[in-house]
C-alpha cells in the first residue's frame, strides 16, 4: 500500500512515521516531491495522512483511508472522497480552550495595556485598577457543543461562570436554536465561538445588536462563521466591550484590518491550538489509528465530509 504523506514533517517526526509504518506500506511524502507530481503521487495512494489542497481530491482515487491532520475540515465538503475519515479528535482541544480563557483574563485584566507601558518602561499604576474586571461569575455562552466548547465550559466553571453551550442537535446544550440564542444574549456577558467553517455567516449583525452593551466576543472557531464588518462596528462605537480573536474572516488580517489597532481588542493570530511538537502528535495518532485500520477495528475519531462533524 502507498501512503501519501502530505505535512511537511520535521526530522523526529518523519523517522517516528517511517519506523511506525509496516514493511508493505510505502510512504511518499509531497515534500520529497516536483510540484508537478505531488497531485498524482496523491491519487495513486491507499492512504492519506494530512490535509492537501481540495482541488487535490476532486479527481479519481483510490483511498482506503484518510487520517487529517486536524480537528477541523470545513474545506473538503466537496470532497470525492468515500473511505473513511478521521481527524486528531480533541487534540487541539484544550490548547485553543486556553488561548480563549487567556484572551479574555488578558482583556479584563488590562494585559495589552499593560504590557505596552512595559516597552515604555512607564508606571501608571493606581489609575489602572479602575478599570480592572474579573472573568469570575461570568454569564457565558458557548457557541457550539464539540470537544473544544466542552473544554472552555470545564475551565470556566474554576473561575465560577454560569455556563450554557448552544448546538441545535447536542442533548448536551441547553440553547438550540437562534431564537432561544437572541433571546438569551441581553443577559450575557461572554459569547465564545467554535463553530466550524459550515456554520457560514451563522453570527450576524443581528445577533451581535442583541448582545448586551459592553459584553465580549470572543472566536476560536472560523473567522468567516460572524459578520466581521458588524462586529468591527459594534466595536468601534462601544457596544461590545472587546473581542478574543484567534481567527479572523481573511488570514493573515489584511493591514489595514481596523482589529489591528482597536484599544479593546486580543488577536491571537489562529496560534490556538499552538502546542509543543505538534508534528509528533500527528504521527502518533496516524500510528494508532493504522494499527486499528489494519487490524479491521474501529477507527477512533472517524467523521463525516459532508455534515460537518
Known amino acids: 500500500m502507498v501512503l501519501f504523506v502530505n505535512p511537511l514533517l520535521h526530522e523526529t517526526a518523519r523517522a517516528a512515521l517511517l519506523a511506525g509504518l ?35 481530491l476532486k479527481g479519481p482515487l483510490k483511498l482506503r483511508w484518510w487520517q487529517l491532520e486536524s480537528a477541523g475540515f470545513d474545506g473538503y465538503r466537496d470532497a470525492n472522497v468515500t ?18 480563557v487567556a484572551g479574555l483574563l488578558a482583556l479584563y485584566r488590562r494585559l495589552p495595556e499593560l504590557a505596552v507601558l512595559q516597552t515604555r518602561s512607564e508606571w501608571v499604576g493606581q489609575p489602572l485598577r479602575l478599570g480592572m474586571q474579573l472573568l469570575r461569575g461570568k454569564r457565558v455562552i458557548i457557541l457550539g457543543a464539540g470537544t473544544i466548547g466542552k473544554v472552555i ?19 448536551e446544550a441547553e440553547l438550540h436554536s437562534v431564537e432561544e440564542l ?35 466576543f470572543a472566536n476560536v472557531g472560523r473567522g468567516s462563521t460572524v459578520d466581521e464588518p458588524a462586529l468591527i462596528a459594534a466595536l468601534e ?22 482589529l489591528w489597532t482597536l ?22 495518532i496516524f500510528l494508532d489509528n493504522l ?19
Request: hydrophobic fraction near 40%; charged fraction near 20%; include cysteine.
Open 263 to 284: 484599544p479593546n481588542v486580543v488577536l491571537t493570530q489562529h496560534t490556538g491550538g499552538g502546542q509543543p511538537d505538534e508534528d509528533g502528535a500527528k504521527v502518533a
Open 22 to 56: 509496516p514493511t508493505e506500506i510505502e510512504a511518499v511524502f509531497r515534500a520529497d516531491l516536483p510540484e508537478g507530481e505531488q497531485a498524482l503521487a496523491l491519487q495513486r495512494a491507499e492512504l492519506l495522512l494530512g490535509n492537501p489542497p481540495a482541488a487535490w
Open 182 to 216: 437572541k433571546d438569551a444574549l441581553p443577559t450575557t456577558d461572554v459569547v465564545i465561538s467554535t463553530l466550524p467553517g459550515s456554520a457560514k455567516n451563522f453570527y450576524s449583525a443581528e445577533l451581535i445588536d442583541a448582545m448586551q452593551p459592553g459584553s465580549v
Open 153 to 171: 465550559r470545564q475551565l470556566l466553571s474554576g473561575f465560577e461562570c454560569q455556563t450554557r453551550l448552544m448546538a441545535r442537535t447536542s442533548p
Open 83 to 100: 473511505c473513511p475519515v478521521t481527524n486528531v479528535g480533541d487534540y487541539y482541544a484544550w490548547p485553543c480552550a486556553e488561548t480563549m
Open 291 to 309: 494499527r486499528r485500520f489494519l487490524a479491521g477495528e474501529e477507527l477512533a475519531n472517524q467523521v463525516e465530509l459532508g455534515r460537518g462533524y
Open 237 to 258: 462605537r462601544g457596544h461590545l466591550g472587546g473581542a478574543v480573536l484567534d481567527v479572523t474572516a481573511a488570514e493573515p488580517l489584511p493591514a489595514d484590518s481596523p
